[in-house]
């Protein structure tokens, strides 16, 4: 018998299967947690998920100043999200990384698919908290430097921009809230923490204040030159001053929408 997994991107059966697993990849040196997972699938699984991705209907993209995305799992709002089936192809990276036991005993229920073409980047947000506080990224196609900078709740941090849910009226673009993005890059610059060096078909695992507070974004450039602010260098067996050029890189962030099922029956209410 066919395995469906094999023709919709990923095998339920291969890599790390526990969170004991898992403290395998924990990332050193960074003041917070993370966890790197190199070839967290295959070449092969990766190319499917990627076919997956551009054979989705046109109406599916939303196209913003420095990146594009679809959302996939329904529209997530301040009190809650009303939830829509993912398709199959996501529901198998779902479950796969549900394994890990990281999200406990449930199954992440949203998926945001961003692409990145070389020279595109996204400002440094924070994601919220509609969102079980732990957020998974799985990386497709090119390499991205993720840079990581001092909590949100800080003072200097205060006006900081927040990404919000597609749905809600009020969106914008992060890299539009404020100023250029490059200008704000710039701003926050000495509020860089560390980064952490994405390499394809990796995993990038990140909870608790790490995910709550402090602020994450990509440089918007074409290419990235390696250097000691990387926590997970030689993991990734590179060395300070490699220069890497981009590529298009599309990310699937997996993630556990919260008071979903609560929030349906009350939105349903006010009908």
């Known amino acids: 018998m066919e395995d469906s997994s094999a023709s919709n991107g990923v095998s339920s059966s291969s890599g790390i299967t526990d969170v004991t697993d898992l403290e395998r990849y924990h990332v050193n040196g960074i003041p917070e947690t993370a966890y790197y997972v190199p070839g967290f699938i295959s070449e092969e699984e990766e190319a499917i998920l990627l076919q997956r991705v551009y054979e ?14 679809q959302n996939w799992g329904g529209h997530p709002h301040a009190k809650g999200m009303i939830p829509e089936d993912l398709p199959l192809w996501l529901q198998l990276c779902a479950s796969k990384i549900a394994k890990l036991g990281i999200f406990g005993e449930k ?16 400002m440094p947000h924070v994601d919220g908290p509609v969102f079980f506080p732990v957020i998974t990224t ?14 949100a709740d800080s003072t200097s941090a205060a006006s900081s921009p927040t990404e ?6 009020t969106y914008q673009d992060v890299t539009e809230v404020e100023q250029p993005l490059s200008e704000t890059q710039k701003r926050l610059d000495p509020r860089l923490v560390f980064s952490l060096l994405l390499q394809p078909r ?8 790490l995910y709550t507070r402090y602020l994450h974004g990509i440089y918007a450039v ?10 997970n260098l030689k993991v ?7 220069v890497m050029k981009r590529d298009t890189r599309v990310s ?3 993630r556990l929408a919260q008071n979903t099922s609560k929030f349906k029956m009350s939105f349903f209410k006010t009908k």
């Open 236 to 242: 990734c067996d590179k060395e300070v001053g490699t």
């Open 202 to 209: 990796s995993l990038l695992i990140v909870k608790d204040d």
């Open 252 to 254: 699937l962030t997996i």
């Open 138 to 151: 799985l990386n497709l196609g090119s390499h991205a430097v993720i840079n990581y900078y001092t909590p």
């Open 107 to 122: 199954i992440p229920n949203h998926v945001l698919v961003n692409e990145y073409l070389p020279g595109q980047g996204i």
């Open 164 to 169: 919000k849910p597609l749905s809600d009226s």
């Open 222 to 231: 074409k290419e990235d030159v390696l250097d000691n602010k990387i926590a």
């Open 56 to 69: 989705s209907p046109k109406p599916k993209w939303t196209q913003l100043s420095n990146r594009r995305l």
